[in-house]
Each structure stands twice: as structure tokens, then as C-alpha cells.
């Protein structure tokens, strides 16, 4: 196993940290799960950068990459509407745009499509692939995930500071929804072309397969 799939496959233990620390570790696990949460999403861009730069990017490594950044987003989501700091609702939007996108780009991906190359639109490839979206994305789900657990942990100290970090945590949770449902939407509108076009029928069938 290289080192930047081993960075990834950390990020699975790392986050069972972070919530037991949420749940069980009072104030100042809470507040430690705020910084761990920060190493998590460093390690996100971490292990790409390794990988690229020791040219050891792998299928593997992409599809672990993949599952652990979904894996990180859905898992905090839901623990932080679990535990009343968001509304729940965020936590299910999330959920159903994850595995609606993810249904459809592993279609396309088993026909050799990416989920930058199934992008019919110039919109579109804005909107998922291009590096001021993706790093705006980042960014404020990133600060959603971390003043949360810093409101929680300060409110669990007892600190009235808990609620205006609370405010700002809550503003990036929801423009953090309406960034994830605007990016997931291409993916959605763009697979009926892919799906229906002749090229993407030559990818999937045989011509003995379109003749039955």
C-alpha cells in the first residue's frame, strides 16, 4: 500500500474519533474534536498531493478518496443533526443528493465516463469540476463542520460566546446545503444527454447486444 492511499484509509478511523469526541469527551473532547476535524480535511488534500507528487495515483486510491471524503460529509452531517446543532433536514438532503449522484456517476464511471468527463456543459463543468466552486464548496463545509463542534463544546463549558459561533456555524451549514444541491444538480440534468446519446450507447453495447 503507497502512502497516499494510507493517509486516506486513516481518515476512517480518525472520524470514529471525532464523533466519540462529540458524544462522550464533554467540553474539551468536543473542542479537540474541532482541531481534528481540521487535520481531516487537511488530510484530504494531503493524500492527493502525495499521490500526484510520487506518481502513485491509483483506481484504487481515487475510489477509496471518493468514499472517504462521502463517507466524512455524511457521517457529520448526521451526527451534528442527531445531536440538535443543525436541522435534520440538512442531514437528508444531503444524504439523498449523495446517493443519487453517486447511483448515477458509478454508471457512467463502469462505461469509462468520470464525473468530470459525463459533464455535458461548459456550466456544468463550472459547477462540479472547476477549482474555484470545488475550493468555494470546501471551504464553507469545512467551516460549517468545525464551528459546530466549537459551539458544542462551548456550550457544553457553559459559555454564552456557544450561540453567536452557533449562528455562524448554522449560515455555513445552510449555504453549505445550497452549494451542495446546486453542484449535484448538473449531474442530474446532464446524465439524460449522456445516457441517451449514441455515444454513450456504443460505450454500453456491443453491436451483437444492440441487434437482440
Not at 455535458?120 to 470545488?134: G, N
Request: charged share 15%; with cysteine; net charge positive.
Amino acid at each position: 500500500m503507497n502512502l497516499a492511499n494510507l493517509i486516506t484509509l486513516l481518515r476512517f478511523p480518525l472520524l470514529m474519533v471525532v464523533v466519540l469526541l462529540l458524544y462522550f469527551g464533554g467540553w474539551m473532547g468536543q473542542l479537540a474534536a474541532a482541531s481534528l476535524t481540521v487535520v481531516l480535511i487537511v488530510m484530504d488534500s494531503l493524500d492527493g498531493n502525495i499521490a500526484r507528487r510520487r506518481q502513485e495515483v491509483t483506481l484504487i486510491g481515487s475510489a477509496l478518496d471518493i468514499a472517504a471524503d462521502r463517507t466524512v460529509e455524511i457521517v457529520l452531517w448526521i451526527a451534528y443533526g442527531h445531536l440538535g446543532l443543525i436541522s435534520i433536514v440538512i442531514s437528508m438532503i444531503v444524504v439523498l443528493r449523495g446517493m443519487l449522484t453517486d447511483s448515477i456517476r458509478n454508471v457512467a464511471l463502469s462505461r469509462g465516463y468520470s464525473a468530470h468527463r459525463m459533464m455535458r456543459s461548459p456550466w456544468s463543468k463550472w459547477l462540479v469540476a472547476s477549482p474555484s466552486m470545488r475550493t468555494g464548496y470546501a471551504v464553507v463545509k469545512a467551516t460549517a463542520f468545525t464551528l459546530l463542534a466549537v459551539a458544542l463544546g462551548l456550550r457544553s463549558w457553559g459559555l454564552a460566546a456557544w450561540r453567536g459561533v452557533w449562528i455562524v456555524a448554522s449560515i455555513s451549514s445552510w449555504l453549505s446545503l445550497a452549494l451542495c444541491i446546486v453542484r449535484g444538480m448538473p449531474v442530474l440534468v446532464d446524465a439524460e444527454k449522456l445516457f441517451g446519446s449514441h455515444e454513450f450507447q456504443d460505450a454500453t453495447f456491443s453491436p451483437s447486444e444492440r441487434g437482440t
